[in-house]
Each structure stands twice: as C-alpha cells, then as structure tokens.
C-alpha cells in the first residue's frame, strides 16, 4: 500500500513553520487573493516564496489556493497572480488548488510548469468528473465532503492509477453542499465563495410568524437547544485503515484559520497515527487513546465521521452550542534558545530567577552557572511558576515550571498578559528552536 500523503493547512509563515516541524507532507496556503480564507491572515508574494524555500529545505511541498468562484471583474487581476507564481523565485508552489473552470484556464495557460489540483469546491462526486479533469491536464481532484469511503473507492477504481485523489480526514464540517453557501452574501453581504463568510450556519435562529413581527418563537430540534445548521467536526483518527484502503492519495487538514497549536496537535497526531498503521496495525490500534487524547488538546466541536460511512443523521448535530470546546492554551512557539550570557542584558544575571547560584570551580574560584532561555511571542497569558508543557514534534510532551520571565530588555515580570509580547523563558526543562508551548485549561 502507498502511505497517503499529509496535507496541513497554514494561515501565516509561523504556522506553515509549525505544520512543516510537526509532521506534514505537504502544506497548502493562500495568498492575499483568490483564496476561499479572506479571514486568514494569508502570505503576502514574498512570505509565500520565504515559506516555500523552508518548506522545500524540508522536503515539504506546498500548494497555493486560488479557488474563488471568480467573476468576470475578478479574471485580470487573477491573470497578474498566476503571472507572478509563474515568475516566483528561488522556488515556485507544487501545485494550485481551483474549482473555477475560467480560472483553470488562465493558470494553464499562464504558469502550465506548475501543478493543478481541482478543489472540493468544484463538487466532485463521481468519476467521470475525474476523467474530465484529467483530460484537462489536473494531476488530483479533492472529492465531495459528501462522498462515502464506498464511492471513492469505486471512483478510483474507474480513474487512472496516476491520478491523486485527496480527501478531508479531519476539520469543519460546512452546512452547504461542499461549501457552496449563500447565507453569509444574503445575511451580510460577505461572499463565502470569495472567500469571506461569516459562518452563519453557527447561528442561533427563531421564528417569526408573519402577523407577529417582533414576536420571535425559537426554534427547537429537540429539547437541547436551537442550533439547527451546527455541524460537529470531522474525525477519521479512528478510521486511517479504511482512507488507505479507499485508495486516497492525500489526506487533508481543514484549518486555514486555525491556530498554530491547532495545526501542531493535528498535524503530529495524524502523522504519528499514518506511521503507526504502515508500521503494524496492532500498533495504530495500541496507541489509539494517545490520538485520541492528543487531538482533544486542540479546538473541536464535538466529533463525527461525517459522510464516509452513509448520510449524516441527527448525531452529527450540536444542539446545545455553537462554540469551541478548547481544553489548551496556545502560549507560543520557541522562536530561539540561547544563554543567558549571550544576551546584551543576560550576563548580568546571576541565575534563572535573579538569585546568585555560584559554582565552587576546581581552582576554587567562583563563577556564576549559565543557562539557557528561550524566546516566544507570547500568544495567551501565564504567570511565573506557572506548570506548562513543551510539546515537542517527536510527540513528547514534557511538563515544565516557568521559572523566570523576561522581557526583550531583560526586565523581570511576574506574568504576561500582553498578546504578541516578545518574552525570554527560563524553564525547568531544555526546550529547541520549533518547540509548542501550551498549558492545559481554557483561559
């Protein structure tokens, strides 16, 4: 069996950093245009070339969205961007990911070196989709949400073995079919298929009968709640058997707007479970829990299987909710280690916490022990003293005291509650460059 690709999603160069660390294979991202995630804090030309050289260096490929549904207003600045990839150096994105036919055309016409893959958007539900897209020079169609493991097993039964078929393993689930959604454009004007929905399908609605404006009558399912559209999250941790043996090539992430915790718990639990079946199944299915614990660490609504095994009943519905369940606190990701006597201000420290901790040398002369720090910007408020976890690639996790808290000029704090504050850790524990800092409890 072919071992599937892993496909993350980046919203900004420090994530797409962290997906490469903790395990992906490929990374998919979007521009300042084009992209469905107008949301996401995207990458600009040059981050995007930036991003594409580290991910190469580490043998990761990246792919490029560019799958609005475009208007004719949209065409000649698309013409430019594609111009612009075409031209982009040192290195050039693996692939484009698009579902609009106008759009295809001026990609193969404009940068026809690079890969295109056809986006779920394009509502690929059967083979002969497949074909057509092949014969229009598409190396990988993203199947339907809305597609059974049962159906794309027989639709790569029925396509070239060359041609790649990439399926959504975990992430979101949208109310609309294969994310073709008006709600967002009718209720406030933002175009979901460019890429700027506001997620109304999360929204708590009521009823209004027509002689009794004002008068609102909620809407009850059952007797739990009111969110009629509130899809709980896909999960396939428990079913990467199943993927493999459907024939799919890629498995995919949704999370364009996610955090970089998000994306490192994922991307590791998923890359960690990959390995484990193609090592032994036995060993995939001993370490279960461990998936199954690590993945609850990051964002979710509640978890379902989605379409893969029949039509969705009333259990992939969350009535009560339309929130996250969030059981880590993102602190930040170690930027740079580096000891203290290497720091302008830090050679003046006596110790981690300011405390003098001589050591007796064998000349008998006194010298002050250095020792390391690392540097975040720092993502959600702690405080010294407080127990965190380093999280590590590899899949360790290792509980640690923050035991000193510095600022970029070497002040000491107590805490720090300053988003994207630029802070020097000193920890119980030896932490490196790419390293995940969190802490458990929603804060």
């Not at 992906?24 to 990458?43: Q, S, T, W």
């Not at 519905?317 to 369940?325: E, F, G, K, L």
């Not at 000193?404 to 988003?419: C, L, R």
Request: proline share 4%; aromatic share 10%; net charge negative.
């Amino acid at each position: 069996m072919k071992k599937p690709e892993l496909l993350i999603p980046a919203s900004s160069p420090e994530v797409l950093k962290t997906a490469v660390c903790f395990g992906a294979d490929a990374v998919y991202i979007g521009g300042e245009a084009f992209g469905l995630r107008a949301k996401a804090k995207n990458f600009s030309m040059e981050e995007m070339a930036q991003g594409i050289a580290f991910a190469h260096a580490h043998n990761v490929k990246v792919y490029v969205t560019a799958n609005i549904l475009a208007h004719n207003g949209d065409l000649e600045g698309a013409r430019q961007y594609f111009a612009e990839l075409h031209n982009m150096k040192p290195e050039k994105p693996d692939a484009l990911i698009i579902s609009d036919p106008g759009m295809y055309m001026l990609a193969k016409e404009i940068c026809p070196e690079i890969e295109r893959h056809i986006s779920t958007q394009a509502n690929n539900t059967n083979y002969l989709t497949y074909r057509f897209w092949w014969e229009q020079g598409a190396k990988r169609v993203v199947s339907a949400r809305e597609l059974s493991l049962r159906e794309i097993a027989e639709i790569r039964k029925q396509i070239p073995e060359e041609m790649e078929i990439e399926s959504f393993i975990h992430g979101a689930m949208c109310i609309s079919y294969s994310g073709r959604c008006l709600l967002s454009s009718y209720f406030t004007g933002r175009d979901a298929n460019k890429g700027a929905c506001t997620h109304p399908c999360r929204w708590k609605y009521a009823v209004v009968e027509e002689t009794r404006p004002g008068e609102y009558l909620p809407v009850y399912e059952n007797e739990r709640g009111t969110y009629i559209f509130n899809s709980k999250d896909l999960c396939m941790i428990a079913h990467i058997p199943e993927m493999v043996e459907a024939g799919i090539d890629s498995f995919k992430i949704e999370g364009r707007m996610k955090t970089a915790l998000y994306v490192a718990a994922v991307a590791r639990t998923y890359r960690k479970a990959i390995d484990d079946y193609f090592e032994s199944e036995e060993k995939y299915r001993n370490n279960m829990d461990w998936y199954r614990a690590e993945i609850a660490k990051c964002t979710y609504r509640q978890f379902t299987t989605g379409f893969y095994f029949g039509k969705p009943d009333e259990t992939t519905q969350i009535y009560d909710s339309n929130t996250y369940v969030n059981e880590s606190v993102y602190l930040g990701i170690v930027e740079e280690v580096r000891f203290a006597s290497e720091l302008p201000w830090g050679a003046d420290l006596l110790s981690c916490g300011g405390e003098k901790e001589a050591v007796v040398q064998q000349d008998g002369e006194e010298a002050v022990q250095d020792f390391p720090l690392v540097k975040i910007s720092q993502r959600n408020k702690f405080s010294l003293q407080d127990t965190i976890e380093i999280m590590k690639p590899s899949g360790e996790n290792i509980p640690v005291v923050v035991k000193a808290i510095y600022t970029e000029n070497g002040e000491m704090v107590e805490s720090a509650p300053h988003p994207k504050q630029v802070l020097w850790l000193c920890l119980s524990g030896r932490a490196e460059q790419h390293d995940l800092l969190r802490m458990e409890g929603k804060r």
